[in-house]
């Protein structure tokens, strides 16, 4: 059974950082692509950023380019999200997920490109 477990949410104020954490289990991390999403209240879950199994590939949504890195350690099978210069509109539950299947990479931007999702860790950014 494959778990995801998503950690190092919290409360920071504007132009500060967090560096989100997704543990893995139950799955061979190293073959996994992996990606992570977010949900503001009242709003569909969007694509943040994506990483292919051996790290040399990056994807990230424009409203986060520059200021977020994704990243993995698969002795480790965690992928990191470290985000910078946060803003107020940076506020959402943070998903990550796995993607099993080695879909194409144009499927990664996508919630339909992954199997497997952690249960997601709260980011508030104060104005």
């Known amino acids: 059974q494959v778990q995801l477990v998503e950690s190092g949410g919290g409360l920071v104020q504007a132009g500060g950082s967090l560096r989100l954490s997704c543990a893995t289990s139950?799955?061979?991390?190293?073959?996994?692509?992996m990606g992570w999403f977010r949900q503001a209240p009242g709003k569909d879950r969007e694509f943040v950023a994506a990483?292919?199994?051996?790290?040399?590939?990056?994807y990230y949504a424009d409203s986060v380019k520059g200021r977020f890195t994704i990243s993995r350690d698969n002795a480790k099978s965690t992928v990191y999200l470290q985000m910078n210069s946060l803003k107020a509109e940076d506020t959402a539950v943070y998903y990550c997920?796995?993607?099993?299947?080695?879909?194409?990479?144009?499927?990664?931007?996508?919630?339909?490109?992954?199997?497997?999702w952690g249960q997601g860790t709260q980011v508030t950014v104060s104005s």
């Open positions: 990483i292919s199994r051996s790290g040399r590939n990056t």
């Open positions: 997920a796995a993607d099993l299947k080695i879909r194409a990479p144009a499927r990664a931007y996508q919630t339909g490109g992954y199997d497997y």
């Open positions: 139950g799955a061979t991390f190293s073959t996994c692509n």
